[in-house]
């Protein structure tokens, strides 16, 4: 169970990795010159070995042939045939070996009896490094060539039957004197790189020696290997070059746009971010740039509809306080008369009263907001919800004696909606409030809750019904606007501050619903709420 959780986890991660435009991007660009340096190692390492190989096969061929010459020149007798130590040191050094290579002969006991090298006229003149130690740039290159020697090992051409094996000369001897070739490479007496063949010398099909021929032009051959390598290595460093380049271009500059922008913004400088041409890419970056301005565009929305609240918030309180005042000042010329001093006690009271419960609501309304951010949602079974808040108005009867009804029509369908209970209360208590203050004395108001669809989205529609005078057909999207307090003569004076059905709205845009207002056909004022379901 755990080893499938883990598969499914790392297909789940494999899948986000390579849908990312970026992610495809960094690896692309971090392979492309590993990538060219491997093909360069394995063309090149294909071409060592052929060549080997070739070199091999020429060297057979010219062992073959000289060996038979000396087999011919320095072996007789009869029917036990020996080669002549004296024959066969003028045979070898009759050969006009190239100064690469180098021939030996050896008697069938293994006793070296001719070496070209000694026998011929040329004399080799090689000025010897001076001794010293490795340096730590040698050591740590010849570690990092092993290591990728190993890590490259599986790409190798693989050894058919003309690869020449690595043989010592005694493996090799032991080969020849009993009459077959043997070839191999190693390192000779000076440390030198060889490709080296041995050859049976024969007379009358009687082995009397071995002939070795060697060639030792591998380190030349390698060198120019090595520089065969260097475009390789010069097109890795292109490559990687480029693609630097071009991560650059594609992801280290936007990135740096969207800082520059961001810190105009911080300064004053602009209110708008100019990230056109970065939105529009269709990668992490552009995602990131749309969210940004997006985010800015909320941001100054959010500040610009601050700065209107506040005016309308010192406009809102003005009007009372107006009031207040010219009722005192009225008060200080009428002393002597009772009534007229009664009066303006309740137009005082009455403008504290409105006072406060504007202090109050204003108070709600800048809390919704950090409570937006500062709540977490979490699954509510609706029609609970709802009957709760219902059977707290079942004791306020006796205010203007309206009552609260409410009706579960979903029938018990559990319908459950994702929200924050307190703000999701205020909605319906602003509502029922709302409601109850248009309605006559001793109506009812009911609650409704519905089984709605908006498409293949299902949402809970709740439902508040008023028998009260209705709402002007003009006003039906107005009232929601703050500080809206257009009522009917008659109404309670200071009960309402115009932000009730204001902050309903509010409360039900961040929850992903809608309201609306509309007139019931019968008389009366209709709300409806309606949300996604979950």
């Given at each position: 169970?755990?080893?499938?959780?883990?598969?499914?986890?790392?297909?789940?991660?494999?899948?986000?990795?390579?849908?990312?435009?970026?992610?495809?991007?960094?690896?692309a660009s971090?392979?492309?010159?590993?990538?060219?340096?491997?093909?360069?190692?394995?063309v090149l390492?294909?071409?060592?070995?052929?060549?080997?190989?070739?070199k091999?096969?020429?060297?057979v061929?010219?062992?073959?042939?000289?060996?038979?010459?000396?087999?011919?020149?320095?072996?007789y007798g009869?029917?036990?045939?020996?080669?002549?130590?004296?024959?066969?040191?003028?045979?070898?050094?009759?050969?006009?070996?190239?100064?690469?290579?180098?021939?030996?002969?050896?008697?069938?006991?293994?006793?070296?009896?001719?070496?070209?090298y000694?026998?011929s006229?040329?004399?080799?003149?090689?000025?010897?490094?001076?001794?010293?130690?490795p340096?730590?740039?040698?050591?740590?290159?010849?570690?990092?060539?092993?290591?990728?020697v190993?890590?490259?090992?599986?790409?190798?051409?693989?050894?058919?039957?003309?690869?020449?094996?690595t043989?010592?000369?005694?493996?090799e001897?032991?080969?020849?004197?009993?009459?077959?070739?043997?070839?191999?490479?190693?390192?000779?007496?000076?440390?030198?790189?060889?490709?080296?063949?041995?050859?049976?010398?024969?007379?009358?099909?009687?082995?009397?020696?071995?002939?070795?021929?060697?060639s030792?032009?591998?380190?030349?051959?390698?060198?120019?290997e090595?520089?065969?390598?260097?475009?390789?290595?010069?097109?890795?460093?292109?490559?990687?070059?480029?693609?630097?380049?071009?991560?650059?271009?594609?992801?280290?500059?936007?990135?740096r746009?969207?800082?520059s922008?961001?810190d105009?913004?911080?300064g004053g400088?602009s209110?708008?971010?100019?990230?056109?041409?970065?939105?529009?890419?269709?990668d992490?970056?552009?995602?990131?740039?749309?969210?940004v301005?997006?985010?800015?565009?909320?941001?100054?929305?959010?500040?610009?509809?601050?700065?209107?609240?506040?005016?309308?918030?010192?406009?809102e309180?003005?009007?009372?306080?107006?009031?207040?005042?010219?009722?005192?000042?009225?008060?200080?010329?009428?002393?002597?008369?009772?009534?007229?001093?009664?009066?303006?006690?309740?137009?005082?009271?009455q403008d504290?009263?409105?006072?406060?419960?504007?202090?109050?609501?204003?108070?709600?309304?800048?809390?919704?907001?950090?409570?937006?951010?500062?709540?977490?949602?979490?699954?509510?079974?609706?029609?609970?919800?709802?009957?709760?808040?219902?059977?707290?108005?079942?004791?306020?009867?006796?205010?203007?004696?309206?009552?609260?009804?409410?009706?579960?029509?979903?029938?018990?369908?559990?319908?459950t909606?994702?929200?924050?209970?307190?703000?999701?209360?205020?909605?319906?208590?602003?509502?029922?409030d709302?409601?109850?203050?248009?309605?006559?004395?001793?109506?009812?108001?009911?609650v409704?809750?519905?089984q709605?669809r908006?498409?293949?989205q299902t949402?809970?529609?709740?439902?508040?019904?008023?028998?009260?005078?209705?709402?002007?057909?003009?006003?039906?999207?107005?009232?929601?606007?703050?500080?809206?307090?257009?009522?009917?003569?008659?109404?309670?004076?200071g009960?309402?501050?115009?932000?009730?059905?204001?902050?309903?709205?509010?409360?039900?845009?961040?929850?992903?619903?809608?309201?609306?207002?509309?007139?019931?056909?019968?008389?009366?004022?209709?709300?409806?709420?309606?949300?996604?379901?979950?």
């Open positions: 169970m755990a080893a499938a959780r883990n598969r499914r986890s790392f297909r789940a991660w494999g899948g986000r990795l390579l849908g990312s435009r970026i992610a495809r991007l960094i690896f971090n392979l492309a010159g590993l990538i060219v340096l491997i093909i360069g190692a394995m390492n294909e071409m060592r070995a052929s060549f080997v190989v070739s091999k096969q020429d060297l061929g010219q062992a073959q042939v000289l060996a038979d010459l000396i087999g011919e020149e320095a072996a009869e029917p036990q045939p020996i080669l002549d130590d004296t024959l066969a040191k003028d045979a070898i050094a009759s050969l006009s070996l190239p100064q690469t290579m180098r021939g030996k002969i050896y008697s069938t006991d293994g006793v070296l009896v001719g070496d070209s000694f026998l006229d040329r004399v080799i003149v090689e000025n010897l490094p001076p001794l010293q130690d340096d730590r740039l040698t050591v740590w290159s010849k570690g990092l060539s092993e290591w990728a190993s890590l490259l090992g599986s790409f190798r051409p693989s050894e058919g039957e003309d690869a020449v094996r043989l010592t000369f005694e493996e001897f032991a080969e020849a004197i009993i009459g077959n070739e043997a070839a191999s490479q190693r390192f000779n007496d000076r440390g030198q790189r060889i490709i080296s063949v041995s050859l049976p010398i024969q007379h009358v099909s009687a082995v009397v020696g071995v002939f070795t021929l060697e030792n032009d591998i380190d030349a051959i390698i060198r120019a090595r520089a065969a390598l260097v475009p390789f290595i010069a097109v890795a460093i292109l490559v990687a070059l480029i693609t630097s380049g071009l991560l650059t271009i594609g992801i280290a500059n936007p990135l746009k969207l800082a922008e961001a105009k913004i911080r400088s209110n708008k971010l100019n990230l056109e041409r970065i939105s529009k890419r269709h992490e970056i552009g995602h990131l740039a749309q969210s301005e997006a985010m800015t565009e909320a941001l100054f929305e959010r500040i610009t509809a601050n700065e209107a609240f506040a005016a309308d918030v010192a406009h309180l003005k009007n009372p306080l107006t009031s207040i005042r010219s009722a005192v000042e009225t008060a200080e010329m009428v002393q002597d008369d009772p009534v007229a001093l009664e009066k303006l006690r309740k137009v005082i009271a504290v009263q409105r006072l406060d419960r504007l202090i109050t609501d204003i108070s709600n309304a800048s809390r919704l907001e950090a409570e937006y951010t500062r709540i977490p949602t979490e699954r509510l079974d609706i029609s609970r919800f709802v009957r709760d808040i219902i059977r707290t108005y079942e004791g306020l009867e006796h205010q203007r004696n309206v009552k609260v009804t409410f009706k579960d029509a979903t029938m018990d369908a559990g319908l909606v994702r929200g924050r209970e307190g703000p999701l209360g205020q909605v319906l208590r602003n509502l029922i709302n409601a109850r203050s248009f309605s006559p004395e001793g109506d009812t108001v009911s409704t809750l519905e709605g908006q498409g293949p949402t809970a529609r709740i439902v508040v019904d008023d028998n009260g005078p209705g709402i002007p057909a003009d006003k039906l999207e107005k009232i929601f606007e703050r500080f809206y307090t257009d009522r009917p003569a008659g109404s309670a004076f009960n309402n501050s115009g932000l009730g059905l204001s902050i309903v709205a509010q409360i039900v845009a961040s929850h992903k619903g809608t309201v609306i207002a509309e007139n019931r056909a019968e008389g009366g004022a209709r709300f409806i709420v309606e949300m996604p379901a979950t």
